[in-house]
């Protein structure tokens, strides 16, 4: 073999082998998308909800989730007429719950409007609890409004342990996570002045 000859071969192998570099990731990425696309509970992870396009697929995969779960009546509203709600389901306790799905970025946090929508939803859909659940964290000022509503919020890590509890096929823990209250102190606007001297 020549010089030119040793060349031909080398970058053919190299076209080669970059072809089948770039069918792997495109499959990689087809079996990711699919993935989601399904929103099977089974196969979804964290990472995968970082991926998803929006809030329309975090919806269908909590839609999934809670059904799985065994919550009865659980019903994903209509994305153009919600109301501030994006599931409306019945716990064991036989209370109608209704939850806000916020997809953010780890460290985009959720704010008041969050806790504002899916509090004044609850007279439309005749609800007992509010949730916000979001695969980001919450801002202090949130925290504070949804403790004096009485909103549950379901953080990063909330959503995190949730997967894992579910996966692990422990229900009835990944059930209490979801249906106890939080038992946060709250100062509010008139214990805060009465504190403060005049």
Known sequence: MNWNENMTTAGIGIIVLLLLIAWIIRRVIRRGQRIRSEANPRKITIKDIDKMQDGSEFELYLYHLFEQLGYAEVHKTTSS??????????????RTNVIQ?????????VGLSAVQEIYTSMRYYEADRSIVLTSARYTEACRTLAAVNGVKLLDREDLMDLITLFKSRRMEEALELIEEDDQEPVETWQSRRKRVPR
Not at 101 to 109: I, L, S, V
């Open 81 to 94: 007429r919600d109301f501030g709600a994006d599931l409306v389901f019945v716990d064991r306790a036989g």
């Open 101 to 109: 799905a916020k997809r953010y970025g780890a460290n985009h946090p």
